[in-house]
């Protein structure tokens, strides 16, 4: 191992405690029981996250490691997600009677994880190793952002409505008028090429051909989904998708999913909080989105649309380091939010790049079989780790799905 | 009104004095007790199809002349279908309890508009009329097709397993060796553009572009469907998106929907049948044509790759052209079986064109709002009316449909 | 055979006959189309109910007979309701989709088997074969009851909400003061001892300790249920049962099952009427009949003590005689509406009495093996027919049914 | 306030404290992440029990003391479980999400509550305070055995297997015959009358006539169930009630709840044991004790039949005093097991007796309002407090529950 290499592992290395560090520093203020909730069965226990993510460790990098040696290999279906190939796996919505393994015994199991695969990487080790690496940090980061929107929805099922962190940081915004940035359209490319690490979905970097459109300068903010609500927006199946005006009925939507019915406050990571005007609106569904935009006139931007126009804004904004804050109001001029605040619900269904090949064996489970009924949004949320997200970044969900910190941007045909 | 409008005229109404007798032709056999059958949500009687599309004359052509006067207002809840915008509609997994009207009164609301509208478009009508009767009858034709599928369904809940005809045609094949034709990559135009009929969601043509790929030469054979059954195809997850296997394993998925427990017959319009080893698998979801692709080391194509491929393809084949003959096995060279015999999955999700602008009014309803959870299907089946089928006509259905006539083509990247 | 015994013969088969008869003149004036419909899984297809009590008597009576011969042996697993041992049953909520055999090959059936058996029945049989044959007229009868209710219900179903006779009967009815009657506790008798034809749950009859109790002169009537809707009563969940409650809520329920929104009409055989003050209400679940009780201070009898009650009560009232009549009010003194017009709901589960027996064989399913979530409700109804009941006899539906004549006495503790 | 009567109030205080340190001792090796789990919605967390049972003395006795002020009002709907009278309740299946209030809240919320109502207590309080924390503490010993059975259930989801307590005795029997001992009939009393404690069900005591009977001396034993499996008794529809079948096939039961695969081994309060053919079969629903009895030839004892019978025999046996037993074999002569081991199955609907009343107020929703849909066990379990029992109690279950100690004995006329 020459000394640049040296370079590389201690820096990746290092990388991978900051990472795991990370997650657990977001479970500070949560106690052994708030990790142990599993609000529904889309959401998973704090403990869990924690779990799986070193099951995945464990499972895809240091089983490579013939020294290693499982101190728990009957947790593996527990905390194996979806893996098929790997196993079996303990139910998914039954995540939250895991009262065993302990916290602690899980917490234990994290550091004897990180200590055997960070002795490793400092000694170094081969390159698909490293890469396999980079897919777990990305994972765990993955995982962060759930954490949060879980525990989020756990505490919300509570009527005492206790605030993940009562001082949460919530930073008053000043409205930016809304209006269309035109961009121009043709031949463009798309998708994720370079050195760094991308997920399997962002490939191949492939050409596409845009037409002309215009999309908004900023996110739409909850004064202006306020609007649409005051004006019978959940109320004009006109407005909606087919299943989405099914949904309204059979759900009995009326508001964003955590706006309570004042209409004039959410709950947020910070408890119960006024809603600010400007802010965006967040935790709508696709379905809201879509029909949000039909009723204001506009359309959601194609997940093409939305990346030509991000490759060309700095990858900066309301994102996840350290600490979260809530989403807020955006400042300046140009294409603004574009990063950070909320996910973006686009146009563009979930489905494979031309030329997209999955990853090899297990790990080509990762993204590829999700792609049916769940729609590509795009560009991070305040929860999302800033060294997480970029322009090529897919992220996708159902269409009814709304305790992620999810909005919406409008575009325009030009 | 000049001599050519009149030529015009008398050509539409004889036109759809044609297409009103062919959904009347295509109930020769069934009594009315068949014709009031639904046996799932969603498929109708053969029945409140003919009062459907009855009902979709009156409601949007002839209301518009003011000196039609209905002679049953108060049936028209009942056979609205989805149309929000023009009033309530009776509850569609009910439709089979509506045995008032008699299917005699229906025949007799048939007659009654057929002459008032046929009169109407032989003294001349407007053209925004003259367009709407055009839309009629592609509505009409639409449910030619799904008259069968449904009759079909209805017939397999019954023990007795009947035929609709028992003497139905059924062209013994001969195999055609499966190879892939590559077709070129570029940017290539997809979408409707044209005088004659087209429906909204075809629109508006637009440039696309494509890598170069390849398409098989005709569909998928039942021996080659029955090659992956045999390989286990049903019970490896490994193969299957994720909801597919999760419909697999609720539904206890284990063959295409009409073939019978011995994998050697099926259940078809002309009663249980053997199977003809080289004649077009069908009644397939997308989730099996999916994984059957991946099995085949393949993929499907998207729906532009087809189109693409597709224009340069007579419009002929195994297509409904007064009586319904089975899928059969192709003859001869080149792409076979692009149009007729069973509509072919794409990759593609159901989403609009960029530029789609829906019709005005409830019309607006027919398709965009279905945009959301369906895939794109093309091509046409022996069900599709030979008159009603195009290069650019899109169909969709959820992954999970199999009550279609319904297979599947392979693709490659080139 | 003595001729004594032939006359017994020959009055077998002329009750048979009477009786098959009343089934195919209750369905005077419906069409073929009507007798399709299942509007829900508890209800039934007239059609069906004519070829399942065609199949009752072939499969356990005419089977007994060597020299008969099963026209149609393929359709006994259509017809088979739920008799485990005799083979595989159609299932239930599918058997709207039974368009074949048609109507008329259901009729020559029944005619074919009407025919066989009376000419044995003529000739002479057995008397196993004839305690079969008044176990098949009695189970007929059942059907004649469930065919009428069945069929309101399916046209209950259609907006057009058309009259299975719109002449129907509807006696006006004057209001006899409610009372109770004081009733003497003690050791009685209740079930059937005799000669007679009665159901295996009838039996044994046996000894059973009373309290003096008080039982109301007449059925609960419209315009009391009125007032306990207008009280609240479907609001207050302490009315009502847990069960009961939950089903109010997740249901919706406000009113009686075919009362119209107006709380001053009601859909019956005979179209939507308006509805009679002091006419019974009808079409009770229950949960409503227990919770009126509650509401009016009051209890619901026990089945005991409404047989001991009912045994000095003439088998007389609005009962099936022919051509049904809608429930009336009362007339006269003394325990009124014992028998006819409406079931009653009694406070006692349906289980077997001391000593019961099942029949031997398949008929053992009969009864026995429902004897679990059911109530027993006594006395008949207008669309009982008035041959087919006594104070014995036990009728049972699940708490939450509401589609059968089904309405309520109050009792009290003396 | 007299000496005797100090006593009396002293006794009760010391009762008091008793019963509640029981059920904080019976969370001995439990951690706070295992009293969180909530496996089904049927269950509540062990730290849900803790809480309820609390609120149950603040809400219904505290609340009569003008002194006593609610350091948690706030809490009272997330601890509410059913009483629509003291106002709303946080939902029932979602009592796992509840992490705050933590555990150690929860635990010096009961020393606050257990602290004012002992002092209370020993001041002196009126009778009918007195009454209601009798009815307190047995509901509380209620709890005990819920909280018991819950944790069984919730541990059993979790694919370690974990036990309650690893060590818990498990008393290997020695098989006693099974023979019938005969019961002479007559009119006998039944409920309860008396000076101590009784639910409102148990009343009034009345008489009730009884044909002469037979009784098995015991439990039926694992050896005896085991038989029934081996001879098919899942697979045959003739031995089960409708419902019941409907119920083995739709969730697929082949053998008592906790039994494994391998019909030699269950999963207990100590984990995995081996099963001990000659102790009591347990956790069978309803529906498989009466389809076993009919296997066997025999019946269900009714409730009345089981009192009269227990009458005679001291009230003792293996039940809960202290920390719990499994449930063995019986030893000895005469009606064994009648207390302790396994709540007995009777072939009685849970109904109200002749002249019931419930408790005035919102304790009347404590028992009559769940008389539908249920039936009645006698006798106990190894899980119940030895003080809490007695011959005229009555525990009700639906028929399809099995996750409580539920067992059988079988009965026969004589």
């Known amino acids: ?45 704090t403990k869990w996250h924690l779990a799986h993510t070193t099951w995945f460790f464990e499972r895809f ?65 081969d390159a698909e190793t490293l890469a396999l690496v980079e897919l777990g940090m990305n994972h765990e980061q993955q995982h962060q952002e759930l954490l949060l929107t879980d525990i989020q929805h756990a505490l919300s099922c509570n009527e005492l409505l206790p605030a993940y962190d009562a001082h ?4 008053p915004g ?35 051909l845009l037409r002309p459109y215009m999309l908004a300068n900023r996110l739409v903010s909850n004064s202006e989904y306020l609007m649409f609500i005051q004006d019978g927006g959940y109320h004009d199946p006109l407005l909606w998708l087919s299943d989405g005006w099914a949904t309204v009925q059979g759900q009995g939507w009326s508001r964003p999913f955590y706006w309570q019915e004042d209409l004039a406050s959410a709950f947020t990571l910070g408890g119960v909080r006024e809603l600010d005007p400007s802010a965006p609106v967040t935790h709508l569904s696709y379905f809201e989105a879509d029909a949000f935009a039909r009723w204001a006139g506009a359309r959601l931007p194609t997940e093409q649309e939305w990346e030509h ?26 294409l603004l939010q574009m990063f950070g605040d909320a996910w973006e619900w686009t146009a563009s269904p979930y489905v494979s790049y031309p030329g997209f090949k999955t990853l090899p064996g297990a790990l080509g489970e990762y993204n590829g079989k999700f792609m049916s009924g769940q729609w590509v949004l795009r560009g991070g949320s305040c929860a999302t ?23 919406t941007r409008l575009a325009r045909d030009a």
């Open 61 to 125: 990098v240091l089983s490579r490691n013939k020294t290693f040696k499982a101190i728990h290999p009957e947790w593996h279906e527990l905390f194996n997600s979806y893996y098929q190939s790997v196993g079996p796996m303990h139910a998914r919505p039954m995540r939250g009677v895991l009262s065993r393994p302990s916290l602690d015994d899980v917490k234990a199991w994290r550091s004897h994880v990180d200590e055997a695969l960070a002795a490793w990487l400092e000694r170094g080790a």
């Open 1 to 45: 191992m020459s000394p640049s290499d040296l370079t590389v592992a201690t820096s990746i290395a290092s990388r991978f405690r900051a990472v795991r560090e990370q997650t657990a520093a977001l479970c500070t203020g949560l106690s052994a029981e708030d990790m142990m909730v599993q609000s529904m069965p889309d959401a998973s226990p």
């Open 309 to 334: 126009a991000a490759a060309s804004v700095p990858v900066q904004g309301n994102l996840l380091d350290g600490w979260p804050r809530l989403p807020h109001a955006a400042r300046g001029a140009g």
């Open 174 to 208: 000043e409205p930016v008028p809304l209006r269309f940035v035109a961009c121009e359209g043709g031949t463009v490319e798309v998708g994720y090429e370079g050195e760094g690490f991308a997920f399997d979905n962002e490939s191949p970097r492939h050409g596409y």
């Open 385 to 407: 780790p800033v060294s997480h997200i970029r322009c090529s970044y897919r992220n996708f969900f159902p269409p009814h799905a709304r305790w992620q910190f999810s909005g």
């Open 168 to 171: 949460i940081a919530s930073v």
